[in-house]
């Protein structure tokens, strides 16, 4: 057995931890109203709302705390806030 | 993808989380970062996990100007320097109070580093205290409003002043509401060899008391009323501003948080509020905001 | 081997060690007596001698944090200072062994203020015991400097990967002109591996540094930093056979002997002292007198089992101290050898604590003749727990 400890941790290693669980609003993104302009990736503290491959934008309900700037500042208001188990 | 990994415990609309993407977008892989104690490097990296994709120190809360610049002698000592930038993010306390000393040996001594203060205006992480980047009036848990008083009676330190005296060739403010300016600026500060800095305004959902939906908003509306002037300085001279387009007043700014609740109840606080307004009026006519 | 000795200042020849064991980053912020050192090693970068980033920081708190990010990023640090310098670093130390990182540090011992003193004692260090750093107390100037690739080699063991001190009595040592060998850069090379960790701070490999412990994982650190001093226990012993094989000089591994075979009274301290205590041994073996020695060189890792082993004979035991616990009325040394042989009938001999040299004052022969007399007395049922050994009576 070594006897060092890793005092280091690996890169990115809290992914193991799904911080979906937090949310008490979810995020709904309307594509039909989204002007593609992507501000609600930009200011995603979590940095996961993701683009898809046709231009759109959807959260990663694992890790989405449900904060709601995205919905705040689209300028279409194209994110609603529901709440969870509803 | 963003190189600051999702899972980190920030609260829910954290301006740390923001600020820490917005820095990485910046600099991108080739990047070493050091972190003084604080809310971000508590909530990034709860043993055995990291929320950094790329290497990433923490030390101690008084000392990450320090730990950059040994890291940055290290590389150069070993060959190791390249084009690899070395990058400190501390908050306001880190920042103007415990840490001062060690920033200015950094900066004085001219590693080439870049040196990033997210402002959140008080001790956030052990719950709210008064640091010396508080703004006057705000409640916080150590310079509480209360029936003799209407909360911190200080003004903030003038941190960018400070550095800029130290012959930084780079001095910038930002805030995480305008994210392509701030990851410009950070971007041009990584760049320019020697030490370089930018201060960035990011409010905080947990300690200024507002919905974690509006750090966005609350920080935006800084700048529009002039309370967070952004500007560059190169060599010690301003010289770039951003201009306001009509400016709101400060009320509009102190009425979207809880921490300046009390201007608004208390017997006085009007008058208290022009303090803040002259503060505002200060900044556009010194930076030549309008 | 060919050995040419100069007569050199202490300070210099622990420079002078430094320089041959090639480390990438040297930080350091001047206090007296620990100067001469970093002048020295200033001189040595100026003249391209070194090839190292000398930083000239704004306090001993920053130079040993910039080493902390400099070890982390995989270079050979080396920092020196004494007294208030070392106080201040206090905070750091932690987080330097916390984080296993192998620093090496020459800490000039001196007093603490207040009063503000610039002179001798061990205060300093034995105040930095729990910070989880190797400590080794030289003996003279040769040792002092012969210490230096020693504690590289120890430090940097990947079993260990502690920081440690060699720790040095200021101005006796320091500023002290002997003879000495200096370490030859070839037979240093040899002796002393380069520093290659696994881990270091690296765009391609982005590993994280100094993560958050609840309570669930820190207790683990601890337990591996308290396993990694027993490895040091078995290496500190080996090196310095090691050494003694490359270089022909040998001081004693984790302890030393003199005289001890027979000894009834056996004396123990660190540091330059020992050298008065042993001319006072062979002043009293010449009268017949059963006196030994017992040199601890290293305080930490602490050697208790070897230390009963030693004292198996002795009849009784006297330990100096050049510090006090204030409200023990015990310097560390005498506190940490009674404790060692408690819970255990390896060593039944009573163990008398004196303390002496506080900021500088001198330690006679004659004070140790004293002591010693003093120790007798146990024979005759009189027994002194522990006392200042040299208290000025118009003062006190």
């Known amino acids: 057995m070594k006897l060092i400890i890793k005092t280091v941790v690996k890169p990115g290693s809290t992914r193991a931890n799904k911080t979906g669980a937090w949310r008490s609003f979810m995020p709904v993104f309307d594509h039909k109203l989204c002007s593609k302009c992507g501000i609600c990736e930009i200011y995603c503290p979590e940095g996961v709302v993701n683009k898809l491959e046709n231009g759109f934008f959807e959260p990663d309900y694992e890790y989405c705390k449900g904060c709601g700037i995205c919905a705040n500042e689209c300028p279409k208001k194209g994110i609603i806030m529901v709440l969870e188990g509803k | ?22 820095v990485l977008d910046a600099v991108g892989e080739d990047c070493i970062v050091v972190s003084p104690t604080g809310c971000l490097e508590v909530f990034t990296t709860p043993y055995p996990e990291s929320a950094w994709g790329v290497p990433w120190i923490h030390s101690l809360f008084e000392n990450a100007a320090a730990v950059a610049s040994g890291v940055e002698a290290a590389l150069k000592a070993m060959g190791k320097m390249n084009n690899t930038k070395i990058i400190a993010i501390g908050g306001d306390g880190a920042t103007m109070d415990i840490g001062l ?27 709210i205290q008064r640091s010396s980047g508080t703004p006057m009036y705000a409640s916080t848990t150590t310079s509480p409003a209360g029936k003799a008083s209407f909360g911190n009676p200080l003004n903030k330190k003038n941190m960018p002043a400070i550095i800029a005296a130290h012959g930084s060739p780079y001095v910038a403010t930002a805030s995480v509401a305008y994210a392509p300016d701030m990851i410009r600026k950070v971007k041009k500060a990584a760049a320019i ?19 974690g939906s509006k750090t966005i908003e609350v920080g935006r509306l800084a700048v529009e009323t002039a309370l967070w002037p952004l500007y560059e ?30 201007l608004f109840t208390m017997e006085g606080g009007a008058e208290e509020i022009k303090k803040i307004q002259a503060t505002a009026d200060w900044n556009v006519k010194h930076f030549g905001l309008e | ?41 200033s001189q040595f970068a100026a003249d391209g001698e070194m090839n190292c980033e000398y930083m000239n920081v704004e306090s001993e708190f920053s130079a040993i944090s910039a080493l902390i990010g400099a070890s982390a990023a995989g270079a050979r640090t080396y920092t020196s200072t004494t007294s208030q310098g070392l106080a201040l670093m206090h905070e750091a130390l932690f987080n330097a062994s916390g984080m296993r990182l192998p620093i090496v540090m020459t800490v000039v011992n001196r007093a603490l203020s207040a009063p503000i003193n610039i002179w001798n004692d061990q205060q300093d260090s034995i105040s930095q015991r729990d910070t989880g750093w190797i400590q080794l107390y030289a003996e003279d100037v040769q040792e002092s400097a012969d210490m230096t690739p020693q504690l590289y080699k120890i430090a940097e063991d990947e079993d260990i990967l502690l920081p440690a001190m060699a720790c040095m009595d200021g101005f006796i040592l320091s500023h002290v002109y002997e003879p000495v ?22 765009p391609k490999n982005p590993m994280s540094f100094g993560a958050f412990a609840d309570p669930s994982t820190y207790t683990e650190f601890r337990y591996k930093q308290e396993k990694a001093m027993g490895v040091a226990l078995k290496r500190i012993e080996e090196v310095a056979i090691e050494f003694s094989e490359k270089y022909g000089r040998y001081y004693g591994g984790l302890l030393d002997g003199y005289m001890l075979e027979d000894a009834e009274i056996v004396i123990m301290a660190m540091g330059s002292v020992i050298g008065t205590i042993k001319d006072t041994i062979d002043m009293l073996r010449k009268e017949g007198e059963r006196v030994g020695l017992l040199k601890v060189r290293s305080f930490r890792p602490f050697p208790a089992d070897e230390i009963r082993k030693a004292l198996k004979n002795a009849k009784v035991v ?5 510090n006090i616990s204030v409200g023990k009325n015990e310097g560390a040394l005498c506190t940490e050898v009674k404790a060692c042989m408690y819970n255990n009938r390896d060593v039944l001999a009573p163990v008398i604590g004196f303390m002496l040299g506080h900021g500088g004052r001198d330690i006679p022969i004659s004070t140790i003749v004293k002591m010693i007399n003093k120790a007798k007395l146990v024979e005759k049922g009189i027994f002194i727990e522990s006392e200042f050994a040299d208290l000025r009576e118009d003062l006190a």
């Open chain 2, 1 to 22: 993808m963003s190189l600051l990994k999702p899972g980190h415990r920030g609260c829910a609309g954290c301006c740390d989380a923001l600020a820490g993407k917005f």
């Open chain 2, 101 to 127: 000393q060690a920033i200015s040996g950094a900066f004085e001594r001219g590693h080439d580093f870049t040196y990033i203060c997210v402002d959140n205006e008080a001790y956030m992480n052990t719950g």
């Open chain 2, 193 to 211: 060899k020697g030490p370089t800095y930018v201060h960035v305004h990011a409010p905080c959902c947990t300690g200024w008391k507002f919905e």
């Open chain 2, 233 to 262: 300085m190169e060599k010690g001279e301003v010289t770039g501003v951003r201009k306001i387009k009509n400016r709101k007043p400060v009320e509009e700014y102190l009425k979207a948080q809880g921490r300046f609740k009390h």
């Open chain 3, 1 to 41: 081997m060919r050995h040419r000795m100069v007569v050199v200042e202490g300070s210099y020849a622990v420079a002078h060690a430094v320089k041959v064991c090639k480390p990438n980053v040297i930080s350091a912020y001047p206090i007296t007596p620990q100067t001469h050192i970093v002048e020295d090693l």
């Open chain 3, 181 to 202: 060998i200096l370490l030859e850069q070839s037979l240093t090379d040899e002796f002393l591996p380069d520093y290659s960790p696994e881990f270091v701070l690296d």
């Open chain 3, 318 to 322: 006297i330990t100096l101290d050049k």
